[in-house]
């Protein structure tokens, strides 16, 4: 449904509308004949295409609030998410802190008074050994929840994007030449300043670039891309030639815990934190997904500055 | 260095206080540890000490309300904060109380032990360094 303010914008139009008719209508019909025909038609045919207009106008708005409206939804969610896990993260350490003491202390008697048996002792020492593995993964996971439901204000600076984002490319490119996997850049020169948080930002390009190279595998190509977006944006496209996501998670990658990746290979909040973060900073990210193809995340970062202007 | 430290644990959780006790202590450490921010102000004043660990959500007195407390009785003691509950204002409030560190548990005993060694040297330099300035100021007049 359109909004009132829209509705009142068609009516006037077409009150306008109405009177470029009659104003046209009035002088042709004192003349007649074809003359006048063809007025009619002119007028029919302008009041037409002013009609259309009009409504893919309204259609183009309606198609904006709806994306609006998703984004705070997704926002909304991922909030009360961060707050109820931020809070199971919390009553979760303290008991972990525990098992991995419990661990160290074990380890320490060990040392001290020998098994007889060798199998035995090996066992033990196995044991303990996957206790604390799996207690290093959960604390891994209470701490990125912790960092993804973080309120930490933005510490707002000028940054040079491009460098940032080279810089972020230069750290990942050792590790993907390793797998044939190719970092191809575009960078648009002309870019001006952004005023964002650098380590945050970071924070976000670096976790894109992981799991592009991680979608990849190997033999492929990571491309990544700073743009001139709408009004003013700032985009930093990166793309890969990896698997791609099926159309049914694409609008479940940003929520907490979704992953792809096997058990243990990934905490699922990732993307979540990135979600976060550049909604902190005041933009958005957008994707694109095409299975077997491969995927193009998009950050679209707030009005920039003129260089030299920080 | 950390061998003649004194640590006092301030931690509710029993279980928790009482083997990192244990650990600390085979580290050459001389530590207690206690239940409560409360306690711990008691035992503050029959002891001394050079590191304390603090937990921060405790029943009845805070960690930070302990935090303050502690420093009013023992300015120079070095406090760590080690607790499950992260929070970047909590973070800020206890380095504004003169808080030494801030660890999130679960934190690795090395991890830890690399802590305490570097507050227990930073209290030993700073003793160190008043003490040279207090005999400079009554030294023999010429």
Redesign the interface.
């Known amino acids: 449904m359109p909004e009132q303010s829209e509705v009142f914008t068609l009516i006037s139009q077409r009150y306008v509308i109405s009177l470029l008719i009659v104003a046209a209508a009035v002088p042709a019909w004192f003349t007649g004949g074809p003359l006048f025909v063809a007025g009619l038609l002119l007028i029919a045919w302008a009041a037409f295409l002013s009609t259309r207009h009009l409504v893919r106008q309204i259609l183009r708005t309606n198609e904006q609030k709806c994306s609006l409206d998703q984004q705070l939804i997704q926002s909304q969610k991922l909030a009360a998410i961060g707050e109820l896990s931020s809070g199971i993260a919390?009553?979760?350490?303290?008991p972990?802190?525990?098992?991995?003491?419990?661990v160290?202390?074990v380890r320490?008697i060990l040392k001290e008074e020998k098994v007889e048996d060798p199998q035995q002792m090996s066992e033990l020492k196995e044991s303990l050994f996957e206790i604390a593995r799996q207690?290093d993964r959960c604390?891994e996971i209470t701490?990125k929840l912790?960092d993804f439901a973080?309120?930490?204000e933005p510490l707002i600076q000028s940054v040079d994007v491009n460098r940032l984002v080279e810089d972020m490319a230069r750290l990942v490119e050792r590790e993907a030449i390793s797998k044939n996997i190719k970092i191809v850049r575009s960078y648009n020169k002309d870019l001006p300043f952004v005023l964002t948080d650098s380590p945050l930002l970071r924070q976000v390009v670096l976790n894109l670039l992981n799991n592009a190279t991680y979608a990849v595998g190997k033999d492929g190509e990571v491309t990544i891309e700073t743009q001139m977006g709408e009004n003013g944006c700032v985009n930093v496209l990166v793309a890969d030639t990896g698997c791609g996501i099926p159309k049914e998670d694409l609008n479940k990658i940003f929520d907490p815990f979704f992953t792809t990746k096997p058990p243990g290979k990934g905490t699922g909040l990732g993307l979540s934190i990135c979600h976060g973060i550049i909604s902190r900073l005041g933009g958005r990210i957008s994707v694109v997904s095409e299975v077997g193809k491969g995927s193009a995340f998009t950050i679209h970062l707030p009005g920039g500055e003129r260089k030299g202007e920080a | 260095m950390s061998s003649k430290a004194r640590v006092l644990i301030v931690d509710d959780e029993e279980r928790f206080r009482i083997t990192l006790n244990k650990l600390l202590a085979v580290k050459g450490l001389d530590v207690h540890n206690v239940g409560s921010g409360k306690a711990a102000l008691e035992e503050l004043g029959q002891r001394s000490y050079d590191i304390i660990l603090l937990d921060v959500k405790m029943p009845e007195m805070n960690g930070i309300e302990a935090l303050a407390e502690i420093k009013k009785i023992d300015p120079q003691v070095e406090v760590i904060i080690l607790t499950g509950h992260a929070s970047v204002d909590v973070a800020v409030e206890i380095m504004r109380l003169g808080g030494y560190e801030y660890l999130l548990k679960p934190c690795p005993i090395e991890e830890l032990l690399e802590k305490v060694d570097a507050a227990f040297e930073r209290k030993m330099d700073r003793e160190k360094r008043m003490s040279k300035a207090a005999a400079t100021r009554t030294g023999p007049a010429s």
Not at chain 1, 90 to 94: D, F, G, M
Not at chain 1, 96 to 102: D, R, S, T
């Open positions: 919390h009553e979760i350490n303290n972990l802190a525990i098992i991995g003491q419990e160290e202390w320490h207690v604390r701490h912790l973080r309120k930490q």
